[in-house]
Protein backbone atom coordinates (compact mmCIF):
# COMPACT_ATOMS: atom_id res chain seq x y z
CA UNK A 1 0.00 0.00 0.00
CA UNK A 2 1.68 3.38 -0.61
CA UNK A 3 2.11 6.15 1.66
CA UNK A 4 2.34 10.01 1.60
CA UNK A 5 3.70 12.45 3.69
CA UNK A 6 2.36 15.80 3.38
CA UNK A 7 4.10 18.58 4.43
CA UNK A 8 2.81 21.96 5.54
CA UNK A 9 5.59 24.63 6.16
CA UNK A 10 6.10 28.63 6.06
CA UNK A 11 9.93 29.56 5.13
CA UNK A 12 11.42 31.97 7.56
CA UNK A 13 15.09 32.24 6.01
CA UNK A 14 14.47 31.24 2.33
CA UNK A 15 18.65 31.62 1.37
CA UNK A 16 19.45 28.76 4.55
CA UNK A 17 16.69 26.48 3.18
CA UNK A 18 17.54 26.29 -0.22
CA UNK A 19 20.27 23.79 1.19
CA UNK A 20 17.41 21.44 1.80
CA UNK A 21 15.90 21.84 -1.62
CA UNK A 22 18.91 21.15 -2.99
CA UNK A 23 20.15 18.00 -1.74
CA UNK A 24 16.63 16.56 -0.20
CA UNK A 25 15.33 14.79 -3.58
CA UNK A 26 18.42 12.58 -3.33
CA UNK A 27 17.24 11.02 -0.67
CA UNK A 28 13.59 11.27 -1.29
CA UNK A 29 14.21 8.90 -4.33
CA UNK A 30 17.32 6.81 -2.11
CA UNK A 31 13.85 5.43 -0.54
CA UNK A 32 11.56 5.24 -3.67
CA UNK A 33 9.66 8.29 -3.30
CA UNK A 34 8.32 10.79 -5.53
CA UNK A 35 7.06 14.60 -5.24
CA UNK A 36 2.97 14.80 -5.79
CA UNK A 37 2.91 18.43 -4.77
CA UNK A 38 6.88 20.47 -4.82
CA UNK A 39 6.44 23.53 -2.76
CA UNK A 40 2.98 24.39 -4.21
CA UNK A 41 0.83 27.60 -2.37
CA UNK A 42 -2.77 26.33 -1.49
CA UNK A 43 -5.75 27.40 -2.25
CA UNK A 44 -8.07 27.05 0.97
CA UNK A 45 -11.14 25.72 0.38
CA UNK A 46 -13.02 25.53 3.28
CA UNK A 47 -12.52 25.31 7.28
CA UNK A 48 -9.54 27.51 8.74
CA UNK A 49 -6.34 25.64 8.10
CA UNK A 50 -4.19 28.15 6.90
CA UNK A 51 -1.16 26.51 5.10
CA UNK A 52 0.97 28.68 3.17
CA UNK A 53 3.40 25.97 1.10
CA UNK A 54 2.37 22.46 0.53
CA UNK A 55 4.62 19.11 -0.22
CA UNK A 56 3.38 16.24 -1.05
CA UNK A 57 5.73 12.79 -1.44
CA UNK A 58 4.41 9.70 -2.54
CA UNK A 59 6.35 6.38 -1.33
CA UNK A 60 5.68 2.75 -2.35
CA UNK A 61 4.60 1.99 1.26
CA UNK A 62 4.42 3.42 4.85
CA UNK A 63 7.85 1.33 5.25
CA UNK A 64 9.66 3.30 2.78
CA UNK A 65 8.36 6.35 4.32
CA UNK A 66 9.69 5.77 7.35
CA UNK A 67 12.95 4.96 6.31
CA UNK A 68 13.74 8.06 4.72
CA UNK A 69 12.45 10.32 7.40
CA UNK A 70 14.87 7.87 10.01
CA UNK A 71 17.63 7.91 7.36
CA UNK A 72 21.30 8.66 9.37
CA UNK A 73 21.98 10.63 6.38
CA UNK A 74 18.92 12.88 5.98
CA UNK A 75 19.13 13.70 9.58
CA UNK A 76 21.23 17.38 9.16
CA UNK A 77 18.94 18.28 6.26
CA UNK A 78 15.92 17.66 8.45
CA UNK A 79 17.48 19.89 11.16
CA UNK A 80 18.13 22.46 8.34
CA UNK A 81 14.25 22.35 7.67
CA UNK A 82 13.39 22.35 10.92
CA UNK A 83 16.05 26.07 11.45
CA UNK A 84 14.98 27.39 8.39
CA UNK A 85 10.44 27.09 8.29
CA UNK A 86 7.67 26.29 10.40
CA UNK A 87 6.61 23.03 9.18
CA UNK A 88 3.92 20.32 10.37
CA UNK A 89 4.11 16.59 8.70
CA UNK A 90 2.07 13.59 8.51
CA UNK A 91 2.32 10.69 7.08
CA UNK A 92 -1.07 9.19 5.47
CA UNK A 93 -1.56 5.36 4.08
CA UNK A 94 -2.99 5.80 0.73
CA UNK A 95 -5.60 2.99 -0.35
CA UNK A 96 -4.08 0.87 -2.80
Same mark, same amino acid.
Given at each position: ?? !?? &?? &? =?????????? %????? +? $???? $? !????????????????? *?? =?????? %?? $?? *????? *?????? &??????? =?????????? $?? +? &???? =??? *?
Amino acid at each position: MK !AY &LV &L =DFAVRDLPAF %MEYVR +K $IPGH $I !AKHGGRYIVQGAEPTVM *EG =DWRPER %MV $IL *EFPSR *ENATAF &LSDPDAQ =DLFAVRHRTT $IS +K &LVLV =DGN *E
